[in-house]
């Protein structure tokens, strides 16, 4: 596998991450699928076939980060590609509608549990294995990294009242989105001259279980442009945040 491509990508088992995993092992990545229940991994892993390879990994977990490093360093010796695509947007139970999402989330009334436990995942879980995954990404010859992020964490959309999804914009969800967006801009200037490139993409409102599957793009159009800039060269760009088809999205 030496001459392959590694890549790590995080909640690979549904949504996003599966069909990246997917297309990425279809171009010849190896592609570890990054799986908080290691089960369901490895059932998604079964699903595409050689070349996807379940890995356990919960990234609010520092010792499963740790376990996940170790084994990569030990089975592959390197990781090129890191896709930081693991996310939640609230911890209530399956079925709970956006609608429902809307009127639980506003800031005056949102519960700073799920708030934490959302930026838990989404800000400081990425922030924890870029710090774990970042010795093995310099042991590439093309590193890259791209963090999963969304236009509802675009401060600048949001300020704008003729955004459609406004309304949507809260201390939970879109503003662990902002900072996420905020996060990878240091992982950015911090990496300038190294050769390792970080991008972000947005998927757009993508039918997941991330929205109750009430999104609006199909989960083939919606990992567009992931898959575009995860299979970008060692001649491509970083430092830009896109969504399909390499349009720029303010930050």
Do not use: C
């Amino acid at each position: 596998m030496s001459h392959k491509r590694i890549a790590l990508v995080t909640g690979a088992n549904q949504g996003i991450g599966f069909q990246l995993s997917k297309e990425l092992v279809a171009h010849g990545v190896t592609v570890l699928m990054g799986s908080r229940n290691l089960e369901r991994g490895e059932a998604a892993a079964r699903e595409i076939g050689d070349g996807a390879i379940a890995i356990q990994i919960d990234v609010t977990d520092p010792a499963s980060i740790a376990a996940a490093t170790a084994r990569i360093r030990t089975e592959f010796g390197r990781l090129d590609l890191l896709v930081n695509n693991a996310a939640i947007s609230n911890t209530r139970e399956s079925g709970f509608t956006m609608a429902d999402y809307i009127k639980t989330s506003g800031a005056s009334i949102a519960s700073l549990d799920e708030i934490r436990a959302v930026w838990e995942t989404n800000v400081f879980g990425v922030l924890a294995v870029y710090q774990a995954m970042l010795p093995l990404l310099r042991l590439s010859s093309d590193a890259r990294i791209v963090n999963v992020s969304s236009g509802a964490g675009s401060l600048t959309l949001n300020a704008d009242p003729s955004f459609p999804y406004r309304s949507v914009f809260n201390p939970g969800y879109g503003a662990s989105k902002a900072a996420l967006n905020a996060v990878t801009l240091g992982m950015m200037i911090e990496l300038e001259g190294s050769g390792i490139k970080v991008n972000l993409v947005s998927p757009g409102f993508t039918s997941t279980n991330l929205n109750n599957f009430e999104g609006t793009e199909s989960l083939e159009d919606g990992s567009r442009e992931v898959v575009r800039v995860a299979l970008l060269g060692p001649d491509g760009p970083s430092g830009t945040f896109t969504m399909w088809e390499n349009a720029t999205i303010p930050w």
